[in-house]
């Protein structure tokens, strides 16, 4: 079967880094997702790989291991704003999104 | 990025009546549409596939005639809730392909049935 797997709760300090990470196993791989999601609402795009390596864009950067079936998503200079939800996605070879059941990132002062 | 509106953004209706929920790709060509279910406290639940100009595949345990997809063209996808029920109040979502590697997510669609 199909299987995103991700730490249901983690918790950091404002100002610090947390790694959050996903782990996989589809039938096929078109790339893998990152979203945000505060509670109430839509998820947000975060980012996109579909390559081997790391993507950076400001504060979070996301990275991929095919080979491994392996993913992070890495947030810097944590703002409690960055208190929400993230979703690991993964879209399969029928091009359908397989979703994680989300991390829950509390931050603390 | 691209836009997806979805509308409305919230909506109430009586138990009974139908709901049409609109999913819009606002400077894109989507092909293929997705709609989502988010249950509370859970991950997004996949419904149905819409490509343009063909029938939705609906996942398993989603009733077809229940969930009525349409995609008539390639900047909109609707889904139609009929005969809804207090259980149908939930969280719908969704998002349109450009690509074969690209998904943009509609704002979503809080429904209650009372």
């Known amino acids: 079967g199909q299987n995103i797997d991700q730490p249901t709760e983690m918790t950091a300090t404002e100002g610090a880094i947390v790694q959050i990470n996903c782990t996989y196993q589809?039938?096929?791989?078109?790339?893998l997702f990152w979203y945000q999601q505060h509670a109430g609402e839509a998820p947000t795009f975060l980012s996109y790989n579909v390559l081997d390596g790391l993507e950076e864009k400001g504060r979070f950067s996301s990275f991929l291991s095919r080979s491994k079936g392996y993913s992070y998503l890495l947030l810097k200079e944590l703002q409690m704003k960055d208190s929400a939800s993230y979703l690991c996605?993964?879209?399969?070879?029928?091009?359908?999104?397989?979703w994680g059941a989300g991390t829950k990132l509390i931050i603390k002062p | 990025g691209a836009v997806v509106s979805q509308h409305p953004s919230r909506v109430i209706c009586k138990s009974g009546t139908s709901v049409k929920i609109e999913c819009r790709s606002l400077?894109?060509?989507?092909?293929?549409m997705f709609w989502y279910r988010q249950f509370p406290k859970q991950s997004l639940m996949l419904m149905a596939t819409?490509?343009?100009?063909?029938?939705?595949?609906?996942e398993q345990g989603v009733e077809k005639d229940k969930f009525l997809i349409n995609h008539a063209s390639l900047t909109l996808s609707t889904l139609t809730v009929t005969s809804a029920h207090p259980e149908d109040s939930s969280f719908y979502i969704c998002s349109a392909s450009r690509s074969d590697t690209e998904a943009f997510f509609g704002q979503g669609t809080r429904l209650t049935v009372v």
């Open positions: 996605a993964v879209m399969d070879s029928n091009y359908q999104l397989i």
């Open positions: 819409s490509n343009e100009g063909s029938k939705a595949t609906y």
């Open positions: 589809t039938s096929g791989f078109n790339g």
């Open positions: 400077d894109f060509q989507a092909t293929t």
